[in-house]
């Protein structure tokens, strides 16, 4: 049987996608791994077959003038509805080829995984005649028990009612932003007529079933889930025992040079002051007396940064460092939460945007760190109390349990016999 998964985004979007092949080609699936050609790398020795999208990475476009403005307006609806012209303007190009390629990447397969919110996976699929397993990084199925892990949404529920409301509302945002350059695009690659808000809406939720990439110890699944979504557990490459990688030689000195650091990171987001950002994050780190390693991501930090109690790094294997750290603090993404979670580390969220602010939440219920600081609200004081207050021996023990079950946890292994009994049933109808 031949498998095709789709996926968009940064590294973290990707890296569980190309894990999950592995364990897919290991059970016997040939798959194709597709996702802009920058993440070939990630498909290494899996056995999946990578296939490259053409297209401006993910990066670039956030750090396109209408990316960055897209970005300053993510926590406000009525912003976003003014910048829509631009915003599709500028997808409407990148679409074009991502359209092309998924269509070539798909010919010939049995099934496509992706997301519900990738469009161009869910058209083409829809296109072929092919049925759709949902694979979700973030809980993006409806629920009465939390609100849509987005940005704009404050709180921690909006009472049940307006808990499941959220989800189909934040479908129509996401479509009301996006149809303008989908719509055009969709007719001419795949020669369809463009079609309705509620015929795409009503496709996002055609599929076979749903596999849920979290573990269930860091969210239980919610007992008004539909029947056929299956929540697996986290897909890693490869054992936690082997993950390891090599520092280079100022890291070990600055790691040898005093007690474990705490290990910063915005990873991919995009920041409008960088120099501001690392004043504040090296002040309060000295205010807290604690220790600083700081990864530059896509921003940009640390650049002329001079100080003893921090020592900036640029990209390196997580696996390699997290064991040698006290605790771990960064913008909240669904992978560096995972990751810092599976190596049993305390952690504060800084969030910027999208699913952030709810593992912000979600550490804080889990007992693992304290309250989140999103970044545009970042201060000095603020700051050093919560880096301070990452050293709290409960956040340390209940994070060190907690690691211990995502140990005992194969969420790859859960994934491919669902998927197979996913297979089995056929129950999907175009």
Known sequence: MKL??????????????????????????????TAQETFRDLAGDSGAQFVGVRGRSIQDLVDS??????????????????????????LARELELIYTDVLAATEGVDAVLCSPATFPALDVAAHLGLPVVQM???????????????????????????NRLSYPFDELLVWRLLKRAVEPVRARVLGRDPRSARATL?????????????SPKVLPPPRDWSRDVVSCGYWWSSPRSSERGSLDDATLRFLAGGPPPIFVSLGSMPIGDPPAVTAILAAAARDADVRLILQRGWAGLGAGLEADHVHVVGEMPHGAIFDLVAAVAHHGGAGSTARGLRHGKPTLVMPVLADQFFWGRRMVELGVGPSPLPLRHLDRAGLARRLAALATPAFAQRAGALAADLEREDGGAVAAAALGRFLERRAYRP
């Open 136 to 162: 979700h990084l973030i809980p993006l199925e409806p629920t009465s028990q939390f609100p849509a892990p987005v940005a704009y949404v404050n709180a921690r529920t909006l009472t049940p009612l307006g």
């Open 4 to 33: 095709a998964a789709v996926t968009f985004g940064s590294r973290g979007d990707v890296e569980p996608y190309a894990a999950l092949a592995r364990k897919l080609v290991a059970a016997g699936y040939e798959t194709r791994l």
């Open 65 to 90: 003038p209408e990316g960055k403005e897209l970005v300053r307006n993510l926590r406000n609806p009525l912003a976003l509805a003014r910048q829509l012209g631009r915003l599709n303007d500028m």
């Open 202 to 214: 009503t496709q996002r939720r055609r599929r076979l079933g749903a596999l849920v990439g979290i």
